[in-house]
């Protein structure tokens, strides 16, 4: 079992930025490739970033590239989303989340993620 705790959200202009984090229990953190999805009022749940178990590799929507960047720090157990040239469309609640498959390759689709945590608001203003 994995429990998922981000923080850093929070409100800031357009053109600002802000670093999320997400904190994970257990020893096997390193062993799980890591998320990042987010969710807009009245829009379905879209990923926006993931990273391999070992870090190495990273994946990112269009939309976020260039701009957001995703990390982890395996001996803190935390996995970070550093997001800079914010954009009103990118206003919503950001969510972590763990595949459990270990080292499994890294997925866009949320169905395949298996730990999730409560989400953490972000609003940038026009």
């Known amino acids: 079992q994995v429990q998922l705790v981000e923080s850093g959200g929070g409100l800031v202009q357009a053109g600002g930025s802000l670093r999320l984090s997400c904190a994970a229990s257990?020893?096997?953190?390193?062993?799980?490739?890591m998320g990042w999805f987010r969710q807009a009022p009245g829009k379905e749940r879209e990923f926006v970033a993931a990273?391999?178990?070992?870090?190495?590799?990273?994946y990112y929507v269009d939309s976020a590239k260039g701009r957001f960047t995703i990390s982890r720090d395996n001996a803190k157990n935390t996995v970070y989303l550093q997001m800079n040239s914010l954009k009103p469309e990118d206003t919503a609640v950001y969510y972590c989340?763990?595949?459990?498959?270990?080292?499994?390759?890294?997925?866009?689709?949320?169905?395949?993620?298996?730990?999730w945590g409560q989400g953490t608001q972000v609003t940038v203003s026009s």
């Open positions: 989340a763990a595949d459990g498959n270990p080292r499994a390759t890294m997925k866009n689709v949320s169905s395949f993620y298996d730990y």
């Open positions: 990273i391999s178990w070992s870090g190495g590799t990273t």
């Open positions: 257990g020893r096997t953190f390193s062993r799980y490739t």
